[in-house]
């Protein structure tokens, strides 16, 4: 039986995943049309990424799994009328990115680049940065997308703490978990990785007393979500020198708006939410497996608990 996909997303990306979808489905031996308009009764399976044309999951009766094509699914987890499995995106295109980002923004703030790139005025100052393994770096978030990053800088050297919801055991990082365990976290983080989901449990996790925790000087990088800091916070903690800088590439409201003090601020880098993104190529491969797991009874892969949100 051919099955029907529905693609049901940015009109940008359409054109990638035509490509490469059906070569995934292909490979996968997986019998279906790919289309972006269907009787919401025909569709199987839909291909999904927010977007205005579907925010209304009750027609498509005999769909089987919404899957994601976004890693963060804060704005479909909550609609009340998707009541299908919902798959999160975990794509190894995506981690590697995130990774690239990730380590070269530490490396930023561990080097003191600005120093040499902004420009000496003459001042021949030969103090060394010091090794990697005498920086405590902390990711928030051992997730896909954490836990590639916080191997790859403990891989560089870095001295690596970890905090995630459940405890886990992870070669050369320090792992830590649940409320009790961050203020720890952050005690120990000159440069600080928040890579945690949007869930009514992390919004503002950064905020003006869990601020208080870093090391004085403290470096931010958020590639996670805007809404786990609380702005007014960590601008006040960025003026008192509480916090040393920061490279934000999520935001509350994007795009950042114009005007928005973080554009203009001396110890903020402002990235457009490019941090990573999901690759065609390698994200068709695990719709077209989750798919495959779908037809022959298999559980699907990274399923979206919906009462925790992520
Ligand atoms: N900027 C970009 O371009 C970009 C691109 C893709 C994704 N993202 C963001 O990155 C986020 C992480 O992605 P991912 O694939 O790594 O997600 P994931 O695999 O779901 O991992 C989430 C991690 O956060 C932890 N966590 C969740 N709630 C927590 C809480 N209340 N307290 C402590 N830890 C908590 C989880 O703990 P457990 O392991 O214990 O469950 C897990 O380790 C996404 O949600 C998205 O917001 C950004």
């Known amino acids: 039986m051919t099955l ?6 940015p009109d940008r990306i359409w054109p990638l995943y035509e490509a490469a979808l059906p070569r995934a489905l292909q490979q996968a031996g997986i019998d279906a049309r790919l289309t972006r308009e269907a009787a919401p009764e025909d ?15 009750s027609p498509f009766t005999r769909v089987k799994a919404v899957l994601s094509l976004w890693a963060g699914v804060e704005k479909i987890a909550p609609n009340p009328t998707l009541t299908q499995p919902l798959c999160r995106m975990v794509d190894p295109g995506l981690a590697l990115g ?23 005025d003459g001042a021949w100052d030969q103090t060394a940065p010091p090794l990697a393994r005498d920086r405590a770096v902390t990711v928030l978030g051992l997730g896909a997308l954490g836990k ?8 560089l050297g870095f001295d690596v703490t970890g905090w995630s919801r459940k405890l886990k055991e992870i070669d050369g990082i320090t792992c830590l978990a649940g409320p009790e365990g961050l203020q720890s976290a952050l005690s120990t983080a000159e440069i600080l990785v928040l890579l945690l989901p949007d869930t009514s449990q992390t919004q503002g996790i950064l905020n003006a007393d869990s601020l208080k925790h870093l090391p004085e000087g403290a470096r931010i990088v958020n590639p996670g979500r805007g809404t786990l800091i609380d702005d007014d916070a960590l601008l006040a903690a960025l003026d008192s020198g509480q916090v040393g800088h920061a490279t934000l590439d999520v935001f509350r409201i994007e795009p950042l708006p114009e005007g928005h003090p973080y554009w203009s601020h001396p110890k903020v880098t402002v990235t457009p939410h490019i ?3 999901t ?22 892969l990274h399923l979206v608990d919906r009462s925790a949100g992520y």
């Open 43 to 57: 569709v199987d399976y839909i291909i999904y990424a927010p977007n205005e044309t579907l925010r209304d999951f």
């Open 279 to 300: 690759r065609e190529d390698t994200a068709s491969e695990v719709i077209a497996e989750n798919i495959r797991r779908g037809e022959t009874g298999l559980p699907f």
């Open 4 to 9: 029907t996909l529905l693609f049901s997303a």
């Open 98 to 120: 995130m990774r690239d980002y990730v380590t070269g923004h530490v490396m930023r703030y561990h080097l003191g680049m600005d120093r040499y790139i902004l420009g000496l």
């Open 275 to 277: 941090a990573a993104e």
């Open 148 to 155: 590639t990053c916080a191997l790859a800088l403990a891989e």
